[in-house]
């Protein structure tokens, strides 16, 4: 519902046969594709002859010269790429359909049928993405899991097996060594043939590098050659789509199949990213792909994207394993428009696939997620001070993360950097791959690390964190008065863990935005203590489990991530999916909420909004509030000393003058007037509607010349006997275009925009005609009185 302006540029080049060509299956709007449709009430207009039972302007087109065309024309009711759909026609289209299928169902028993698959076709085509998606995050795991295996080592048993698999027959290992198996050999025991030594660590760092410049330069050799839409998380574009943009090909069959592929590659390269947000974005792309077998949602954007709402929900559910969190999710941080059907649908999506997920079993612990725990220890009420600590720095980080991602993100659009994807991808996975090699924590992969950090130590953990655990005794915990409980391994556990926070923090800021696909690495906490800390002497008894080093973890992977996405809801529910438990409840709400506070003391954008400003996309965030005083005429077109605003009249134009209209300008629409002298408004008229409309009755209808009188009206004005036959485009006309008057406070303009899904509304005085606002131009306006150069934001 991004108001597609009409002041934006490039759609007069379009051809008949170039807009028919663009409404291809292919590209499937994709979340993305066209624009130019609009306020025509009515449902896909015929063009001048419009003249199905049911739509306002087909029925007062009864006496059009048109009236023999009985089929819809092609390409009418559609939209162009970086267009906006206009959510009022949709709906009317539906509501349209909807009244048709019912006043017929009771006619014959095969229209009964079609009713009933028309009313059932939301839930079948949420069923097939729901399926979707719990496959291909099945096979992403799975094929994730033994490509990053592969950078250490191989299974001579079984090829397709990864490390953990290949020793589970093995009945040579020890509890000590659990991951050594005869079965598994590292490279350099296959290159050299010895398995400790200088020589063998070397030849394992080289092939560990090796193997993650291999992904990482075959991930963004396929994203560049055939799929460019596949890079990066694909949720600041989800979310643009849902509001009503359209980018083509954006979810599209090749954006799934490259997007796939290519984030197995990019998780197994070893970079600082995640997969959760990308899985969001296949996810969608299986929920537009399916939405083209039933009709009602292939031929309506809005409600096409009342599946792509469900589709987000599936998506969180099998990055998570959190079926009710990816539904709050797509409520509260994706959707823009989302009915109560709606819900009902994405809590059955996210279901159907967690339950195929489930069902796959991809990690081999009958769970939806490598990194689910359990915490059966309660938390003390003293906790609460460190839990609202790790808040402020999820806030902080968060922040701070957002500024430093930006700014290099931006540097990256402004510099000749920003020409080589692949130079830049290979550089920084190099850099990740070396520096990571040598510390065990940013050696492994991202699910395996927070699956470390979060599971609580106990006596079948052979974690260097948990190697004080071995001198438990059966009858006393901790020695009285000594520190014997914690080994050499913990404090040295400690200094990698702090190196590998470091480091992701680094790397994580240079890896978001790079031309792979790439979600937000989940930063996570370690907690430490000793029970003869003045904190837990007061508290804790001695020998008792006092605090839960995991749950610290947790809670502190939720405060970073919320600092930096801003969710709140969404992301409590996800982590407490994640770990079973109602009774960590009030420290995750703690900590998420003060990291929103604390991030939004430094900005109030989250990092997706972030990009969407960055990539100049016309979104109008509902979030944000509009707070100046400013009048509709401080920000209409066309302003003081501008050319006077383009308009069509009703009855007195020629073809020739019409068409000259629709060369010498960019606009996007027209509003039609009475005549040039009242301009008094009579309604509206898309550009890509009469350009279909002239070609369409030129093939259609004989006597159409360049001096025919083209009229917007009912009956057709008085003519001379010798004109040429005059053509009629009432069909096409918008006879009910929002307006407001000159006078109108900018806030309320606003928010009708925001609410009602506006492309452009028309400023009147007194009922003639003075402007237009597009919704380009309101954040242009928004742009200024933040003090930022309008044109920076814009699309290009």
Not at 444 to 456: A, H, M, P, R, V
Not at 642 to 647: C, E, G, R, S, W
Not at 717 to 746: E, N, Q
């Amino acid at each position: 519902m991004e108001s597609e302006q009409l002041f934006n540029r490039g759609f007069g080049r379009n051809s008949y046969n170039s807009i028919t060509s663009a409404s291809s299956d292919e590209e499937l709007l994709d979340g993305a594709g066209v624009i130019m449709d609009f306020h025509t009430t009515e449902d896909d207009n015929l063009l001048d002859g419009d003249t199905s039972p049911g739509t306002a302007a087909g029925a007062s087109s009864s006496t059009h010269l048109l009236d023999l065309l009985e089929e819809p024309i092609p390409g009418v009711g559609t939209y162009d790429d970086f267009h906006t759909i206009d959510w009022v026609r949709e709906k009317c289209k539906d509501r349209e359909r909807h009244r048709k299928i019912n006043s017929k169902k009771k006619e014959s028993a095969w229209e009964f049928t079609k009713s009933l698959y028309d009313a059932w076709s939301g839930w079948l085509v949420v069923t097939l993405t729901g399926l979707a998606s719990g496959a291909l995050a099945g096979v992403i795991d799975i094929a994730a899991d033994w490509l990053n295996d592969l950078k250490e080592g191989v299974c001579l048993s079984a090829m397709w097996f990864n490390h953990e698999q290949c020793c589970w027959d093995s009945n040579e290992t020890t509890f000590a060594e659990r991951d050594k198996c005869p079965q598994w050999k590292t490279w350099a025991e296959l290159i050299l043939g010895q398995a400790e030594g200088p020589g063998s660590y070397i030849m394992n760092y080289f092939m560990f590098t090796f193997w993650a410049l291999s992904f990482a330069f075959l991930a963004v050799s396929l994203v560049k050659v055939f799929a460019p839409y596949a890079c990066g998380s694909g949720i600041p574009e989800i979310k643009t789509i849902l509001s009503g943009f359209i980018i083509r090909g954006y979810l599209g069959k090749w954006t799934l199949m490259i997007k796939t592929i290519t984030l197995v590659l990019a998780v197994a390269s070893g970079l600082s990213l995640g997969k959760e947000g990308p899985l969001v974005h296949v996810a969608c792309c299986c929920g537009n792909i399916f939405s083209y077998l039933f009709p009602k949602y292939s031929k309506n954007e809005a409600k096409k994207r009342e599946v792509l709402s469900a589709a987000s929900a599936a998506g969180v559910s099998v990055a998570f394993g959190a079926p009710i969190g990816g539904v709050l999710f797509s409520l509260e941080e994706v959707s823009y428009y989302f009915p109560l059907k709606t819900l009902w649908r994405s809590f059955f999506a996210a279901l159907v696939a967690a339950f195929v997920l489930r069902s796959i079993n991809p990690f081999g612990n009958s769970r939806l997620v490598l990194f689910y725990v359990e915490y059966h220890t309660p938390w003390y009420l003293f906790e609460l001070f460190p839990f609202i600590l790790l808040g402020v720095f999820g806030g902080l980080w968060g922040a701070f993360f957002i500024r430093a991602n930006i700014a290099w993100c931006r540097r990256r659009k402004s510099t000749r950097f920003g020409k080589y994807p692949v130079l830049e991808v290979i550089t920084v996975a190099a850099i990740t791959a070396i520096v990571a090699f040598p510390n065990p924590y940013t050696r492994q992969n991202t699910s395996e690390l927070i699956k470390e950090l979060f599971t609580d130590c106990g006596p079948l953990e052979s974690s260097q964190l948990c190697q004080y655990r071995s001198q438990m005794n059966g009858s006393q915990a901790y020695p009285a008065g000594s520190d014997a409980a914690a080994a050499p391994g913990v404090y040295s556990a400690m200094w990698q863990l702090s190196l590998a926070l470091v480091f992701k923090i680094i790397m994580t800021i240079f890896t978001f935005g790079l031309k792979v696909p790439s979600g937000l690495f989940i930063p996570s906490m370690l907690a430490y203590y000793h029970h003869d800390w003045f904190l837990f002497r007061e508290w804790c008894e001695v020998g008792a489990d006092c605090i839960t080093p995991g749950l610290y973890a947790m809670v502190g992977a939720a405060a970073c991530l919320g600092g930096v996405t801003r969710m709140t809801v969404s992301l409590v529910v996800i982590v407490f999916e994640l770990t079973g438990g109602l009774e960590y409840i009030v420290p995750l709400m703690a900590a998420v909420m003060t990291s929103k506070w604390v991030g939004d003391a430094f900005g109030r954008e989250g990092i997706y909004e972030a990009h969407i400003r960055l990539n100049g996309y016309p979104f109008l965030d509902a979030k944000e509030e509009f707070t100046h005083t400013t009048l509709a005429r401080d920000v209409m077109r066309p302003r003081r000393n501008d050319t006077p605003l383009a308009v069509l009249t009703q009855d007195d134009m020629t073809l020739a003058e019409l068409q000259n209209i629709i060369s010498e300008t960019s606009y996007n629409g027209f509003p039609v007037i009475v005549s040039k002298e009242s301009q008094r408004l009579v309604g509206f008229a898309l550009r890509r509607d009469i350009t279909i409309a002239i070609e369409n009755a030129r093939r259609k209808q004989e006597g159409i010349m360049l001096n025919s009188r083209v009229y917007f009206t009912q009956h057709a004005p008085t003519l001379p006997a010798d004109s040429p036959r005059p053509l009629k485009l009432r069909s096409i006309l918008d006879m009910s275009p929002f307006t407001v008057t000159d006078h109108t406070p900018m806030e309320i303009v606003v928010d009708i925009f925001r609410k009602l899904g506006l492309r452009q509304c028309l400023v009147t005085h007194n009922g003639r005609l003075l402007g237009i606002i597009t919704k380009k131009d309101i954040l242009r306006h928004m742009a200024q009185m933040a003090n930022q150069d309008p044109e920076s934001i814009m699309f290009n």
